[in-house]
């Protein structure tokens, strides 16, 4: 019942920075756990990094100290610093109705998903 709309991304040269926005709309859980997803062109959707409904980021070790993502009311945003081509992908947010544990990386677990923004770091 909780629809998810993102909105940023775009075009950004290496070594910059981009900030991702997610807006959770309806009905939302008590408890829960959204995350940022990212499709590298020609790869599988992955993980990327997790927050709990009540803080306690998570991060893959590719993005740890670049990205933050943090969560404010009703919206989840994820700032990326330091942005290299290979970060290159669509970047998809995600929400569980539990909490995110340690499988937070794994696709089928997030009910909700945005629509996805293009994300393109030049060289």
């Known amino acids: 019942q909780v629809e998810l709309e993102q909105s940023g991304g775009g075009s950004v040269e290496n070594g910059g920075s981009l900030t991702l926005s997610c807006v959770a709309r309806?009905?939302?859980?008590?408890?829960?756990?959204m995350a940022w997803f990212r499709q590298l062109p020609g790869k599988e959707r992955e993980g990327i990094a997790s927050?709990?409904?009540?803080?306690y980021p998570n991060y893959v070790d590719s993005v740890r100290g670049r990205f933050t993502i943090s969560l404010d009311d009703r919206t989840l945003y994820l700032q990326m610093t330091r942005l290299k081509p290979n970060d290159t992908a669509i970047y998809y947010c995600?929400?569980?109705?539990?909490?995110?544990?340690?499988?937070?990386?794994?696709?089928?677990?997030?009910?909700?998903w945005g629509q996805g923004t293009l994300v393109a770091v030049s060289s």
């Open positions: 995600a929400l569980e109705e539990w909490r995110c544990g340690g499988v937070w990386t794994q696709v089928g677990r997030f009910g909700s």
């Open positions: 927050i709990e409904y009540n803080g």
């Open positions: 309806g009905n939302t859980y008590s408890t829960y756990c």
